[in-house]
């Protein structure tokens, strides 16, 4: 773990992303700068989106757009959806609602698939909004619905919208790297990362692979090309001259590239088995504990962050306020329907290890305990260390 001298920065944050990274990556981005037009620069981003085109499992291109991941969902509507289109929206918690508003502000006419947001949609849900829409050009979904906890089956659903002739949109952003995404095999046409959650850099980066089905539809779409949020200046001066349409956010792509090396040694599904022994470990802590998961059905649980119900009688803001001051852990609370409910830790990238998640529980069981609401820390810390050991 790494000492701080800085008690404004805490110990560790395994929030639900951004988390602590590793040294390696903090050292690449305090390299000195270059030009973004420097030829080594070129030779570094092209490195970059090659290495990302190995974790997102695609032959295709994969864009590196300075920007949160927002914006690079954002960029998939503009370039796809055109007044009118009719898009099945998969919503099983707060960033699923949130794309229907976006794919409306586009002018799509939006079917909405939606679950409680403790659960995940299942095909037959899916299988009927496709065949009572036959018309949808669309199908948008969230992958790891990080305020909820929990996956969709987006392997299927995408299989299944690839052999319909429609679109694909995957909000991938806390499931690459952490979970397995096979973009090509799959048949997904628009799949979203950020360079903060599994890939376990800084923020400030959208990571967009765009299929060659995708590409035919961003081409013939009407939409002001010279939008920053239009893929077409990356296809005309990225992919065809090798010349970057804007100012790239160099530092991050230094540390963007380290992350990336970490994650390529090791091993894309050796990572990947890490997150779910993480996750799975953290669930198991939870529920020896005598502590309550989220989510309905631990088959619908996300690989990189697990959400805790917060025991009766303890209050939110004191339970993270006591974590972060006493332990020196930062982690996320609930969001939207979900605020004041859950404790949410994140396993990502640096943090999805065997010494943070135990790091994490105890330190949650020691702030429960310091607020009147002991678990049994024994028995969660045990079960943790036995998913770790049986590995
Ligand atoms: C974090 C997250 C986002 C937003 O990412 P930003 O980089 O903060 O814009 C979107 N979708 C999901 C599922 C996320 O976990």
Redesign the pocket.
């Known amino acids: 773990m790494t000492q701080h001298s800085d008690d404004s920065i805490p110990e560790l944050t395994m929030a ?2 951004p988390t602590t990274i590793y040294p390696q990556v903090l050292a690449a981005m305090s390299k000195p700068m270059m030009h973004h037009h420097d030829p080594h620069f070129t030779a570094l981003m092209h490195g970059v989106t090659t290495k990302l085109a190995q974790v997102f499992k695609t032959a295709g291109t994969v864009l590196p757009i300075a920007g ?4 690079g ?1 954002e960029m998939a509507a503009y370039n796809l959806v055109q007044p009118g289109d009719v898009c099945i929206n998969i919503v099983t918690g707060v ?1 699923g609602a949130g794309y229907s508003r976006v794919l409306k502000a586009y002018g799509a006419q939006v079917v909405e698939v939606r679950t409680a947001y403790n659960s995940s949609a299942t095909m037959d849900m899916v299988l009927d909004a496709m065949d009572s829409n036959p018309q949808a050009k669309i199908i948008a979904m ?6 909820s906890a929990s996956e969709n089956p987006i392997k299927e659903i995408c299989m299944e919208a690839h052999r319909r002739g429609m679109l694909s949109i995957v ?1 991938s ?2 499931g690459i790297g952490g979970s397995n995404v096979e973009t090509d095999a799959w048949g997904i046409d628009i799949c979203v990362t ?1 360079s ?2 599994c890939l376990s850099c800084s ?1 400030g980066m ?1 990571l967009v692979s765009v299929s060659d089905k995708a590409w035919d539809a961003i081409m013939a779409c009407p939409r002001y090309d010279s939008s920053y949020l239009s893929f077409k200046p990356w296809r005309r001066k990225w992919l065809e001259h090798s010349v970057l349409p804007y100012t790239a956010p160099i530092s991050l792509v230094y540390g963007l590239d380290a992350a990336l090396d970490i994650i390529l040694d090791a091993g894309v599904n050796e990572t990947i088995a890490r997150h779910e022994t993480a996750a799975q470990g953290m669930r198991a802590a939870v529920l020896a504990s005598g502590l309550e998961l989220w989510i309905d059905d631990e088959s619908h649980a996300a690989h990189s962050v697990t959400a805790i119900r917060i025991p009766q009688g303890v209050e939110d803001a004191e339970l993270r306020a006591t974590l972060r001051e006493s332990y020196g852990l930062c982690v996320s609370g609930g969001l939207g329907p979900m605020d004041g409910q859950l404790v949410r830790i994140g396993h990502m990238g640096a943090t999805a290890t065997r010494q943070r998640t135990i790091t994490a529980f105890g330190a949650l069981a020691c702030a429960l305990a310091d607020l009147g609401h002991p678990i049994d820390a024994t028995a969660g810390l045990d079960a943790l260390r036995r998913v770790w050991s049986e590995r």
């Not at 949160?68 to 914006?71: A, D, G, L, N, T």
């Not at 969230?142 to 305020?147: M, R």
């Open positions: 639900s992303g949160e991941s927002i914006v969902l960033y969230v992958h790891s619905e990080t305020p909000d952003v806390s950020g903060q959650k923020a959208a």
